[in-house]
């Protein structure tokens, strides 16, 4: 055997290992040329020894244009700071020995365009000592990278509309096959809604959390979508439970994941503003109807005034010129007065409620306003229903407008009629006194302490539902059929008793009746008497133009004026009368004209007739106007103001203070 010196044993040990090295590159170099992953051989030194086309075409650039791995990471990082990150890493891997690392990476490709890669590097060792080769291999996993951006995204849209859309938003899963529904989200606007956190409803039932929810309809949709997947709309209804109240509309739909999801709203405030905007849709309906009643009560009351003027005016001429004393027929033309008189007090009435008269308050009794209205009632209530009124004051004096105290006595007397038409029963008034104090123990509202007068309407009827006692003072809210009323009178009632320092509560049972007690504020005055003693009707011999288009009423002036003395000259046609008086202005000493007339209305006339002689004395009589009230006039100069029919003392004593107050 041949004698192998140590040195050639080591040479030709270190010649085995390059033989084995260079096998082992040549390994790599084959296994990244064939690899269809991108992939390239780097030296520890630096030098890129294998670059496939693979990596060529991730990259772009040709091997010959990556020769190293400054020019690679130059070329492909532009980011100085990712370069050197990239570095660190590759160092790191070659002194620790590691045989894999991964780090992912945005790279620029020759073209310019920017895509995303993750990089493996693998150390390659030959033998058992120091690694020799790093192989490096690059996946780019740009459109995973944009997917799952894009999924990040979506679900942080998903999340910013979930949280923030105005609507409540709930999701549901089915459990125990649709029998019942868990909560698996619940949104902001939800929260806010139901004034519940999302963590106290996550993984409870639908029924534990909103009790009320089958009865109220929900829960029948929630299975019916959950079965067919056809979404549905449930109309806006009113929820309740032990903890909440409102209006909701819901929109209940399926997932792909079989979730139910339901989207909705709490409509409460626009339910109500809707109902709140009926409610004045309706009275702003009632008003004009009101108005156009009360032009009509206007036209009616014109027309019908004159017709009273005649029958009034012309009883008093019997009366006073024809008629013996002891004549029976005395008696019944008599009753004939008393009854214009009382229709010309509805006609007040009427166009007190339609808010055409002066509602100037004068001291009154209570007692006598109350007698007359129930003597006028008592043909309208059916007879089996009794009245009876009793008062237990001395002093019944108030500080009232008349026409409104007999509409409020007329309102609530037929209210309690109303309410015994079927039965019949007992309708007493009562009239008494009252000492309010400041430490009363009586509910009034805002009543001053003082000395009252409570006037009490019972009936023993059906009574008033405690459900609606606290709404009947509304406008237009009645329980009665169209064609029984329009909810107005209470309210009016109410009304006027405020107007006149007073108040009004009502007591009821169902079944047993009710009772209205009313209270004004007492009038400390001299009492007035009923029956006032006038003294003789005032005369004089004056010229008076009277100026009237209505045949009967100039008629009828015409011998009233002169039966008290005075010389009369009338006309038909309120021009004619103007061109009269302009002929001879010094021959008239007082005008008295109609003020509705064609052409020329009296209020006119008379300021033109003015013009002429402003010294001349006007009397304006009107069955109604809505043009010009009694203050208007007398602003204008015109002396009195006189409502038809006018009896004969009233127009005795307006035609001579019109003619003394000339003298003065």
Known sequence: ?????????????????????????QFYSTMCTQSPVPTFVLSFGGKILKYNEAMERLTGYKHHEMSDADTFFQKLFPNEEIRKKIYTEKNNLIKSNFMVN???SVIKRKNGEIRYVEFSFYTIQPDSNAAKFLMVQGSDITGHREATQA?????????????????????????????????????????????????????????????????????????????????????????????????????????????????????????????????????????????????????????????????SGFTELVLENDIPEDSPARDSLEEVLKASYRAKDIIKHILAFSRKTDMQQNPVKLGILIKETLKMLRASIPSTIEINYNSMTQSDMILATPSQIEQVVMNLCTNAAHAMHNIGGVLSINLDDVVIGNDSTIDYNNIKPGEYLVMSV???????????IDHIFEPYFTTKAKSEGT?????????????????????????????????FPKYECEELSETIHDS????????????????????????????????????????????????????????????TMPQLTGDRLALKLMEIRPDLPVILCTGYSELITSDEAKAMGIKDYLMKPIKKRELADSIRNALEYKKR
Not at 1 to 25: A, F, P, W
Not at 458 to 468: A, E, K, L, V
Not at 491 to 506: Q, Y
Request: aromatic share 10%; proline share 2%; charged share 30%.
């Open 536 to 595: 003789d009707i005032k005369r004089g011999s004056e010229r008076v133009l009277f100026v009237d288009d209505e045949e009967q009423m100039v008629k009828l002036s015409k011998l009233m004026i002169q039966s008290l003395g005075y010389e009369v000259v009338t006309e038909m046609s309120s021009v004619k009368a103007f061109e009269l008086f302009k002929a001879q202005p010094d021959f008239f000493d007082l005008v008295i004209t109609d003020q």
């Open 458 to 468: 019972t009936d023993n009827g059906c009574g008033i539902d405690p459900g609606i």
């Open 1 to 25: 055997m041949e004698n192998i010196s140590y040195q050639d044993l080591k040479r030709n040990v270190q010649l085995l290992e390059d033989k084995v090295q260079g096998l082992e590159l």
């Open 487 to 519: 909810g107005i009178g209470l309210a009016v009632v109410h009304g006027i008793v405020k107007n006149h320092g007073g108040d009004v509560t009502v007591t009821s049972k169902v079944g047993e009746g009710t009772t209205f007690t009313v209270l």
């Open 102 to 104: 991964k780090y992912d």
């Open 151 to 311: 999924l990040q995204e979506s679900e942080a849209r998903f999340k910013a509309l979930f949280n923030n859309i105005n609507s409540g938003l709930a999701i549901y899963k089915a459990v125990k096959d649709g029998e019942d529904f868990i909560f698996h989200d619940f949104n902001l606007w939800a929260e806010q809604i139901e004034n519940i956190k999302k963590e106290d409803v996550l993984g409870k039932s639908v029924v534990d959390v909103f009790p009320g929810i089958i009865d109220f309809g929900l829960f029948d949709i929630f299975q019916r979508v959950w079965k067919t997947g056809r979404p549905e709309k449930f109309p806006p209804a009113y929820y309740k439970d032990h903890r909440i109240a409102g209006w909701r509309e819901n929109y209940i739909f399926k997932l792909p994941s079989g979730e139910i999801v339901a989207i909705y709203s709490d409509i409460t405030k626009q339910v109500m503003a809707e109902e709140k905007r009926k409610k004045l849709e309706e009275q702003l309906h009632q008003s004009r109807k009101m108005e156009s009643i009360g032009r009509l009560a206007g036209g009616i009351a014109h027309d019908f005034n004159n017709i009273l003027s005649a029958i």
